[in-house]
């Protein structure tokens, strides 16, 4: 795959000899983008400096709610180049989701908020490794779990009947206990038990600020700091944390963008 991967970008490398910077991806909400630039040159997305390597790849990513036109410039010893990225338009689903805990959907107590609130900044400090060179995201992915897609990223979550925040995640039903693999190769940097939300937590690092959140695991398997390899073991399937039944909630993010995990996987099978 990384091989595959490693080739379809090189077929850019003459046109951005000219042209400047080559993309690879579906230009919409919700999408990560990987990309080829100049050796040596620097990437700004919209005026802010984007993780990017010496050999000249990178990878950006759009929230959500994100639209109209990007604006992508490469800077280099020779001059500076645009590239605008025009975003497809993209329509989510209504998804209604009972029987969670009242608590879980509507936490009152001030202990539990403040619990919810510290777990947050934990989340937060988790994603914000920004490795450049380490380029792991480009081996590609494969499916963490084999399971029905039960949730889909960017859906517009109904909760017991109150209206919440969109999810931003891919859910996969799968019994308790079933193994969930890594995706892609990475380094840990959160393996938490616990949390209120999530249950068992972990982030995967993939290199240049890309992550995969995991949630809801029965099991963490996997200790920060911790390198794993694509396919590697990292946990098991729960329900723990606000969940209706035993399922694998993945999500991505792009520094601070949460991005859409299934683009990047192949067909299920």
Known sequence: MRQLLLLTLSLFLSAAATAGISLQGKAQPGAALFGKATPGSDILLD?????ISADGHFIIGFGRDAKGTHTLKEITPDGNSNKLIELSPREY???KVDGLPPSKVSPQKPEVLARIKREGAQVATART???????DYLDGF????KGRLSGFYGSQRILNG??????????IAADTGTGIVAPAAGIITLAADDLYYSGGTIIL????????TFLHMSKVEVEVGQRVEQGENIGKVGATGRASGPHLD????WLDQRVDPQP????AE
């Open 250 to 253: 993945w999500r991505m993010n």
């Open 162 to 171: 109150v209206p919440k925040r969109p999810h931003y995640g891919l859910d």
């Open 264 to 267: 990047l996987l192949p067909a």
């Open 47 to 51: 005026g802010k400096p984007v993780p």
């Open 142 to 145: 494969i499916w963490p779990v």
């Open 93 to 95: 689903k209504l998804e």
């Open 129 to 135: 490794r920004r490795d450049a060179q380490r380029l």
């Open 205 to 212: 690092d993939h290199g240049q600020g890309f992550s995969s």
